[in-house]
T-cell receptor, first 112, second 109 residues
Framework: SQTIHQWPATLVQPVGSPLSLECTVE??????LYWYRQAAGRGLQLLFY??????ISSEVPQNLSASRPQDRQFILSSKKLLLSDSGFYLC???????????FGDGTRLSIL | TQLLEQSPQFLSIQEGENLTVYCNSS?????LQWYRQEPGEGPVLLVT?????EVKKLKRLTFQFGDARKDSSLHITAAQPGDTGLYLC?????????FGAGTRLTVKP
């Protein structure tokens, strides 16, 4: 069966520091991968999605970037975090762009 | 404005009560999904509805897809505290999966 792992579960970072969140998927090949941000009590904002290695689509201009160095690995990064980057970050995968998505357990990011 | 509007935004009920939450759009969707998200966790897929008018049951949860495939409802019978969570609907549009803002349900014992 397929599983998705996302870490760390929580992270506290100072303003201006770099960020690296990692997500890996097991049990499937060539998945579509997604990064979302969820503000408190709100729905999901799609940040990036990837349909293959090295292929990244950005949905919202921002302080963040994403990379897919391997088929089942998706990384969310920032060179300098802003206070507004605080939130709950979710990684997800699906078989195709229009198929249901399967989510990791999320990373709670707090910027001080 | 959201492509998928969910109502109510918040709902607090007593254990044993019945409830219905809604997911509405002015657009037609080829399918809609419902997810439940518990605090501090990622959303978990509950069901996908594909055919207009389709009804799917998952224990005490009944999901319905509107005839015109623009809306969906989730009915919970005899709600339990374990049903507490954020219920999200989502549907594919273009190359995206669009999510509603969710209904936050609290079931009090």
């Amino acid at each position: 069966s397929q599983t998705i792992h996302q870490w760390p579960a929580t992270l506290v970072q100072p303003v201006g520091s770099p960020l690296s969140l990692e997500c890996t998927v097991e049990g499937t090949s060539n998945p579509n991968l997604y990064w979302y941000r969820q503000a408190a009590g709100r729905g999901l904002q799609l940040l990036f999605y990837s349909v293959g290695i090295g292929q990244i689509s950005s949905e919202v201009p921002q302080n963040l970037s994403a990379s897919r160095p391997q088929d089942r690995q998706f990384i969310l990064s920032s060179k300098k975090l802003l206070l507004s980057d605080s939130g709950f970050y979710l990684c997800a995968w699906s078989h195709s762009l229009r198929q249901p998505q399967h989510f990791g357990d999320g990373t709670r990011l707090s910027i001080l | 404005t959201q492509l998928l509007e969910q109502s109510p935004q918040f709902l607090s009920i007593q254990e044993g009560e019945n409830l219905t939450v809604y997911c509405n759009s002015s657009s037609v969707f080829s399918s809609l999904q419902w997810y439940r998200q518990e605090p501090g966790e990622g959303p978990v897929l509950l069901v996908t509805v594909v055919t207009g008018g389709e009804v799917k049951k998952l224990k005490r949860l009944t999901f319905q897809f509107g005839d015109a495939r623009k809306d969906s409802s989730l009915h919970i019978t005899a709600a339990q505290p374990g049903d507490t969570g954020l219920y999200l609907c989502a549907g594919p549009k273009g190359n995206d999966m669009r999510f509603g803002a969710g209904t936050r349900l609290t079931v009090k014992p």
